[in-house]
């Protein structure tokens, strides 16, 4: 939902960046890696225990997980390829903030972390494979379920920022989970449609 939100009404509040960056010879593939390489620093400070910092970490990545689409399509380099290097990038961002996340349940004893941490990456997981299996068949799930990466980043944030990260995994292992029965759900209905009108 948030994902929709943002392309419809910060694109053009974005161009003056983007025409910036574009003057600075920047690409989508130099946001994509710097995303990726502050999420690997967010992970690392929330095993440290420096949970604030973190939270900064991750949103700057989120920012430039959303503006290396939008370079993208206003450079005119938008392709599979930079969709597919986004794509791995955001998987192993992703890991290094849920390990990070293993990590600091580790040295708080907080047991409960470690279940919940584990739940919400594997609904992220399920959720991502139902989309790449859900392309091979021509169906678009992007925006499909309760949650998105940027509604799941908005998530980690708050819970880092506020060090309340039981309840933030809590929201992230229902809703990503959630979500990934929504886009199984919408490919099952949607793949069945043809057969159904060439029925009875």
């Given amino acids: ?9 910060c694109s053009e509040a974005l161009r003056p960046l983007i025409r910036l960056l574009m003057r600075a010879h920047v690409s989508a593939n130099h946001l ?24 900064v970490l991750l949103a700057a990545s989120g920012v ?28 192993y961002g992703d890991f290094a903030v849920y390990l990070g996340i293993l990590g600091y349940a580790q040295h708080s004893g907080t047991e409960t972390l470690d279940a919940l941490v584990l739940v919400a990456m594997f609904g992220s997981l399920v959720g991502s494979h139902i989309r790449s299996r859900a392309g091979m068949l021509g169906l678009d799930t992007k925006d ?30 229902v809703a990503n989970n ?15 449609q043809p057969r159904r009108s060439h029925g009875r």
């Fill in 1 to 9: 939902m948030l994902s929709r939100w943002l392309r419809n009404w």
């Fill in 32 to 55: 994509t890696i710097a995303g990726l390489v502050l999420a690997f620093a967010a992970g690392i400070y929330i095993a440290s225990g420096a949970l604030a910092i973190a939270a």
């Fill in 64 to 91: 430039l997980d959303a503006l290396d689409g939008e370079l993208a399509r206003a450079s005119g380099s938008a392709g599979p390829l930079g969709g597919f290097v986004d794509s791995i990038a955001d998987h």
């Fill in 144 to 173: 499909i379920g309760l949650f998105t990466r940027a509604e799941r980043i908005l998530v980690l944030v708050i819970g880092l920022a506020s060090a309340m990260l039981v309840p933030a995994m809590a929201v992230l292992a």
């Fill in 178 to 192: 959630l979500s990934a029965f929504q886009r199984l759900g919408y490919v099952a209905f949607t793949s069945a």
